[in-house]
């Protein structure tokens, strides 16, 4: 277990190995030989890409995974077809919604998380290292995510249900499989409704704008500003307010530039892979930080948690009490994406904090707009000026507090 | 997908192209950890 675990180490944060590139290369070259829909062709493609990249094992779990999803699905949907002519379908309706939508993803992840928590019962028992590897490959943070992102779609939003092997590629695509980005099913769908992006000379440039850039960003100046700041092999530390906004200038680097090596490589081998940061840094206030930073978990939490509660709340409480609708949106939605992280206490407290932190700039920017003195030009420079200081240091205050020692544990 | 596809001008692409050479560049220096511990050294 423990040389497949560093095998998967060594081969998951491989940027530099040529390796990895090769496999890139054969995927390109070999998408439009195959014949057959686009997502078919690519999960195809892709398990073969598992494969070379984390041995065979690999391959065999993420295309079984997709055949029980998929059949969870399909049955699913049998019993909200029966649902629209039978009586008894809204209980049918509600087991399915609860057994697709909650219950499989949320167990994995549980699992996963538990597991994570948990090591020295891990370590102790060789059977459960075996069961919990496994589980853990399957409930992978952002495998849950794209599972419920597909549940959602097909159950409520009425997509078409792709078949196993593009499920595989949609759940587990060889390049966004460490840290994402969490793509869109709906998107990996659209792949089918035409040709491939033409790889002109122009998409070539940009492709290679963006993986030059991705690997500057995290071998380069991320790795440098490791290095400068705690020492060649020595472990990162958050002893002082200082080494957390390092940390937090390291952890941009390295992830936005990950994210930005799996965007150029999705636009080689024409398969929607989201943007993930924007500049987050120029962001005047914490709410658009989050717009910048991780914007694939934000989009996926708008689109699947806040959207549909909160429309559902005022709905059920009206207008009048929209404003708590929408409070009551935000507060699940940030507790999801604290316990997403880890399911510790600390992230429970980020959780809260953050929409602490959210509603109370919302409430002082609907204040401030309904005074003149406030939208003066003046004004509004010196808060885009001033802001970003502003958002660095609440946020590396919140992540020095509570979250970066069990970052680091990572 | 992924932001503009549009082809841009000659000055852009000429920009781009340099901006990629200096980035290729900076990485074949400065990406491996004996070359990051080398300037570390001397700092």
Redesign the interface.
């Given at each position: 277990v423990k040389r497949r675990r560093r095998e998967w180490e060594i081969a998951l944060g491989s940027f530099?190995d040529l390796g990895f590139w090769l496999v890139c290369a054969a995927v390109m070259l070999a998408l439009p030989l195959i014949p057959g829909r686009r997502t078919l062709r690519f999960g195809l493609v892709n398990l073969a890409a598992l494969g070379f990249l984390f041995g065979w094992q690999a391959a065999v779990v993420a295309l079984g995974f997709a055949v029980v999803f998929n059949g969870v699905l399909l049955l699913s949907l049998h019993l909200l077809g029966r649902g629209d002519t039978h009586p008894s379908g809204v209980a049918a309706k509600r087991t399915s919604i609860a057994l697709v939508g909650i219950l499989f993803p949320a167990f994995l992840f549980v699992f996963h998380k538990l597991a994570m928590e948990h090591p020295a019962f891990v370590a102790s028992t060789p059977r459960a290292q075996l069961i919990i590897q496994l589980f853990a490959a399957l409930s992978f943070s952002y495998i849950a995510l794209r599972c419920a992102d597909m549940a959602h779609c097909v159950l409520w939003k009425r997509a078409d249900l792709l078949d196993p092997l593009s499920t595989a590629g949609f759940l587990c695509p060889f390049h966004m499989i460490l840290s994402g980005p969490v793509n869109r099913y709906d998107?990996h769908v659209k792949m089918n409704d035409g040709p491939a992006?033409a790889l002109?000379a122009?998409?070539g440039?940009?492709v290679?704008?963006d993986i030059?850039?991705g690997?500057?960003y995290k071998?380069?100046i991320g790795?440098?500003l490791r290095?400068?700041a705690f020492?060649?092999d020595e472990p990162m530390r958050a002893a002082t307010w200082l080494d957390t906004a390092i940390l937090f200038i390291y952890m941009f680097f390295d992830f936005a530039g990950y994210s930005r090596v799996c965007?150029g490589i999705?636009?080689l081998i024409g398969v929607?892979?989201?943007?993930n940061f924007r500049a987050p840094f120029l962001a005047s206030t914490i709410t658009e930080f989050f717009t910048r930073w991780h914007m694939s978990l934000g989009a996926f939490i708008q689109r699947n948690i806040y959207t549909p509660l909160q429309l559902h709340l005022v709905r059920r409480w009206g207008l009048r009490r929209a404003i708590w609708g929408g409070l009551t949106a935000l507060f699940f939605a940030w507790i999801f994406v604290g316990l997403w992280h880890r399911l510790s206490v600390h992230f429970l407290t980020y959780g809260l904090v953050m929409t602490l932190v959210v509603w109370l700039e919302k409430l002082v920017r609907d204040r401030l707009l309904k005074t003149k003195w406030a939208r003066r030009p003046a004004l509004t420079w010196l808060w885009r000026a001033a802001g970003p200081v502003y958002v660095f240091v609440v946020m590396t205050t919140v992540l020095h507090l509570l979250v970066i020692t069990e970052i680091l544990r990572v | 997908?992924?932001?503009t596809?549009?082809?841009?001008s000659r000055g852009a692409?000429a920009l781009?192209?340099a901006?990629?050479v200096l980035?290729?560049l900076?990485?074949v220096l400065?990406?491996h950890?004996d070359v990051?511990?080398f300037?570390?050294a001397g700092?």
């Amino acid at each position: 277990v423990k040389r497949r675990r560093r095998e998967w180490e060594i081969a998951l944060g491989s940027f530099l190995d040529l390796g990895f590139w090769l496999v890139c290369a054969a995927v390109m070259l070999a998408l439009p030989l195959i014949p057959g829909r686009r997502t078919l062709r690519f999960g195809l493609v892709n398990l073969a890409a598992l494969g070379f990249l984390f041995g065979w094992q690999a391959a065999v779990v993420a295309l079984g995974f997709a055949v029980v999803f998929n059949g969870v699905l399909l049955l699913s949907l049998h019993l909200l077809g029966r649902g629209d002519t039978h009586p008894s379908g809204v209980a049918a309706k509600r087991t399915s919604i609860a057994l697709v939508g909650i219950l499989f993803p949320a167990f994995l992840f549980v699992f996963h998380k538990l597991a994570m928590e948990h090591p020295a019962f891990v370590a102790s028992t060789p059977r459960a290292q075996l069961i919990i590897q496994l589980f853990a490959a399957l409930s992978f943070s952002y495998i849950a995510l794209r599972c419920a992102d597909m549940a959602h779609c097909v159950l409520w939003k009425r997509a078409d249900l792709l078949d196993p092997l593009s499920t595989a590629g949609f759940l587990c695509p060889f390049h966004m499989i460490l840290s994402g980005p969490v793509n869109r099913y709906d998107e990996h769908v659209k792949m089918n409704d035409g040709p491939a992006p033409a790889l002109t000379a122009w998409v070539g440039l940009l492709v290679l704008n963006d993986i030059t850039t991705g690997i500057l960003y995290k071998y380069v100046i991320g790795e440098t500003l490791r290095i400068f700041a705690f020492g060649i092999d020595e472990p990162m530390r958050a002893a002082t307010w200082l080494d957390t906004a390092i940390l937090f200038i390291y952890m941009f680097f390295d992830f936005a530039g990950y994210s930005r090596v799996c965007l150029g490589i999705g636009r080689l081998i024409g398969v929607p892979t989201p943007e993930n940061f924007r500049a987050p840094f120029l962001a005047s206030t914490i709410t658009e930080f989050f717009t910048r930073w991780h914007m694939s978990l934000g989009a996926f939490i708008q689109r699947n948690i806040y959207t549909p509660l909160q429309l559902h709340l005022v709905r059920r409480w009206g207008l009048r009490r929209a404003i708590w609708g929408g409070l009551t949106a935000l507060f699940f939605a940030w507790i999801f994406v604290g316990l997403w992280h880890r399911l510790s206490v600390h992230f429970l407290t980020y959780g809260l904090v953050m929409t602490l932190v959210v509603w109370l700039e919302k409430l002082v920017r609907d204040r401030l707009l309904k005074t003149k003195w406030a939208r003066r030009p003046a004004l509004t420079w010196l808060w885009r000026a001033a802001g970003p200081v502003y958002v660095f240091v609440v946020m590396t205050t919140v992540l020095h507090l509570l979250v970066i020692t069990e970052i680091l544990r990572v | 997908m992924n932001g503009t596809t549009q082809p841009a001008s000659r000055g852009a692409i000429a920009l781009i192209i340099a901006w990629i050479v200096l980035k290729v560049l900076l990485i074949v220096l400065l990406a491996h950890q004996d070359v990051a511990g080398f300037l570390y050294a001397g700092f």
